[in-house]
């Protein structure tokens, strides 16, 4: 193994002992760091076959820790944002969905929990905040104005 390659190898060892990492910002983190197409290419095979490098695994990681506090829209875009292919985002979130019990849940969750910030506040506003901290968070529309319209008592504005 040439003295470059073992370089980049270490630098991804050590990138990855934080948390887990995509093919694709390990890719951007080698590039950034002055690595050939090539060294990065022999890199990402390695950790690829070792174990280190796994994107499906990566997704069904981030959809655990981050399903709590955010709707699918958002969870979809961050994970498209860490360079993980389409195929395999759509692949894994496939038995979620952005209109389901478990998406409404968690989205009067949040809002419920966010409503004590907006105390005094006409309800209008409060209305119009929880909406938009709640589509901030990736919700679907249908899920927002069935959480604000319960939470509320009446129609989103």
């Known amino acids: ?7 980049a190898l ?5 990138y990855l002992t934080y948390r887990d990492r995509t ?30 490098i796994d994107d499906r695994r990566f997704v069904r990681q ?7 506090g955010n709707g699918y829209h958002r969870l979809r875009q961050d994970l498209l ?16 969905s952005p209109q389901d ?12 929990k966010r409503m004590l ?3 005094g506040d006409a309800p209008e506003a409060t209305a119009r905040k929880l909406a938009a901290y709640l589509a901030r968070r990736g919700f679907a529309f249908g899920i927002i104005s069935q959480v604000v319209r319960e939470l509320m008592g009446g129609p989103l504005a």
Request: hydrophobic share 35%; net charge neutral.
């Open 10 to 14: 270490e630098k991804a060892f050590r």
């Open 23 to 52: 093919r694709g910002e390990m890719t951007a983190y080698l590039a950034k760091k002055g690595y050939s197409e090539e060294v990065i290419a022999d890199t990402l095979q390695r950790l690829t076959s070792l174990g280190y």
């Open 101 to 112: 019990e478990q998406e409404y849940a968690i989205a009067r969750d949040l809002a419920q």
């Open 81 to 96: 944002a860490k360079g993980v292919e389409r195929r395999i985002v759509d692949e894994e979130m496939a038995d979620l």
């Open 62 to 68: 981030w959809i655990a820790w981050r399903r709590r």
């Open 117 to 119: 910030r907006y105390q």
């Open 1 to 7: 193994m040439e003295q470059s390659q073992k370089d």
